[in-house]
């Protein structure tokens, strides 16, 4: 998910580059608003962003994504995940793709809300809850001057 800022969008282009999204991954890029959406027609970016796959959508502050949820992930995708401030949940869970499924992080539970149904997941550590809180490391770092390991 690309979602922002012109700066963003040309940081990313520079991985995109020469490259093509692999089949049966999605890249949604949201601009955050006209003026970024008219920089990247302008720029040439958003040929780029199409050419390598992504669906672009219009200026907004992009859709909310406060987890993600699925039956296993990357070790390395979970790392990165975690430092980014975007929890991700290992749990096997009945949803649909327009279910509307709330997620409480410390209570170790997931609610599909459409279907009336509760699954559970381990919970997180107390650091990594903190970690979400401030919304990825970085944050968590400037506001505390250390890294919940030290």
């Known amino acids: 998910m690309l979602r922002g800022r012109f700066e963003d969008f040309l940081l990313a282009s520079r991985i995109m580059r020469g490259r093509k999204l692999k089949e049966g991954v999605r890249c949604i890029a949201v601009p955050a608003s006209k003026e970024v959406q008219m920089k990247l027609i302008d720029s040439g970016l958003m040929r780029s962003l199409l050419e390598f796959g992504c669906t672009v959508g219009p200026p907004t502050c992009g ?21 980014v401030g975007l929890p991700v949940i290992e749990a096997e869970i009945e949803a649909d793709q327009w279910d509307i499924v709330k997620v409480y ?16 997941f ?27 390991w030290e």
Request: charged residues 30%.
């Open 63 to 83: 859709p909310c994504i406060g987890a993600v949820i699925a039956s296993s992930f990357a070790r390395i995708f979970y790392r990165n995940a975690v430092n």
């Open 105 to 120: 992080l410390e209570e170790g539970k997931i609610e599909n809300i459409t279907k009336s149904l509760v699954f559970t």
């Open 122 to 148: 381990k919970s997180f550590p107390r650091e990594i809850l903190e970690i979400f809180e401030e919304g990825g490391i970085v944050e968590y770092f400037r506001k505390r001057g250390k890294f919940p």
